[in-house]
């Protein structure tokens, strides 16, 4: 296995940061893999798939470590449901893409999500009201300490709105290899309710939708409002939204009474954070190079020659906004690397 040194890693993050790694690797198998977490020489070592979730704030002193691990099978399957187990290098919205040919229900709604199937559970992705611990049995990981090979339940992931173990205790311990899916072949449960998907359907003429349809309407309503991160340097939602008491969500509400929300349980409510961002004025403004899309104000953009020190001084500017004016908390959604 080649280990370059002082790579760019413009091509690797969705952003398009030009930043350069000390090192570099790319992995194509578990061996591989566990052969490099065993090699003391490098210290720092920083896994990347897709590099649709991570902005980079420099040159960084590490080995990164591109993890292209291949390939997807059929595990279990009976006449309602099938077991698919998809390597971690896989990209995720061709694996949605293979699951529609497939006629196998779950993941239409997260259509056109950008980044590789091994880091989705990192951060339990979600779109239009449907969540990867909607469809997942387990994944295996290498453990970094002592590359061992290990699985893990969904009651061990403890997944969480855009967090999992992954993001906390596991975090920076632990590298996803694989990730095994339960889909439906038949009797598909269709979550159309979120966001504009009924809209883009009636817009279709489309009453019956099939999962297929659904599909084509979020892809239809994300490149609508989302940039491609080829032509526009993003890693789609750069903040969460918000999840507040109930203590919160009444404050709020009160003042501003046409605001969107979601409740989320009998005492926490989520509000969307694009909303407080446009409310600020942020939705559309540029500074320098960095801006806010002018479509999707939860999307940060680069529009060139942007450093990811110039990303979070405008994120934090938005952050302090949105906390000044409406009293909430936004935090980012994506991996900062310093």
Not at 183 to 200: C, M, P, R
Not at 244 to 252: G, K, P, Y
Not at 294 to 312: F, M, P, R, T, W
Request: charged share 20%; aromatic share 10%.
């Amino acid at each position: 296995m080649e280990v370059k040194e002082h790579f760019s890693l413009k091509n690797y993050n969705t952003f398009g940061i030009d930043a350069n790694a000390r090192y570099f690797a790319e992995v194509n198998s578990i061996h591989a893999l566990q052969e490099v977490l065993s090699n003391d020489t490098y210290k720092r070592k920083i896994f990347i798939g897709g590099g649709s979730n991570m902005l980079l704030t420099g040159d960084i002193d590490a080995l990164f470590i591109y993890v292209n691990l291949k390939g997807k099978h059929i595990v279990q399957e009976s006449d309602k449901h099938v077991s698919v187990k998809v390597m971690a290098g896989e990209n995720w919205h061709e694996l949605v893409l293979w699951t529609l040919d497939n006629g196998f229900g779950g993941l239409e709604n997260m259509s056109l999500i950008p980044g590789n199937t091994g880091t989705a559970p990192i951060q339990n992705i979600g779109a239009y009201g449907v969540e990867l611990k909607d469809t997942f049995i387990a994944c295996e990981a290498v453990r970094i300490s002592d590359q061992k090979l290990m699985s893990f339940s969904k009651e061990d992931c403890a997944f969480g709105y855009r967090d999992s173990f992954f993001k906390n205790e596991g975090k920076d311990k632990f590298v996803i290899t694989a990730v095994t899916f339960s889909f439906t072949k038949k009797n598909h449960i269709l979550k159309t309710g979120y966001g504009a998907i009924e809209e883009e359907l009636a817009k279709n003429a489309i009453t019956s939708p099939t999962i297929k349809d659904i599909s084509n309407a979020v892809i239809a309503i994300r490149q609508s409002k989302l940039p491609d991160p080829k032509e526009l340097g993003n890693s789609g939602s750069f903040f969460k939204n918000p999840i507040v008491s109930l203590e919160t969500f009444n404050a709020f509400i009160g003042n501003h009474p046409n605001a969107p929300y979601y409740k989320v349980s009998d005492n926490t409510y989520k509000i969307p954070a694009g909303w407080l961002i446009e409310q600020c004025g942020y939705k559309g403004k540029r500074i320098g190079d960095a801006g806010v899309h002018k479509k999707q104000a939860l999307v940060l953009v680069n529009y060139g020659k942007a450093s990811g020190e110039d990303i979070i001084c405008l994120a934090e500017q938005i952050i302090n906004e949105v906390m000044n004016r409406f009293n909430i908390k936004i935090g980012p959604e994506v991996n900062i690397i310093k």
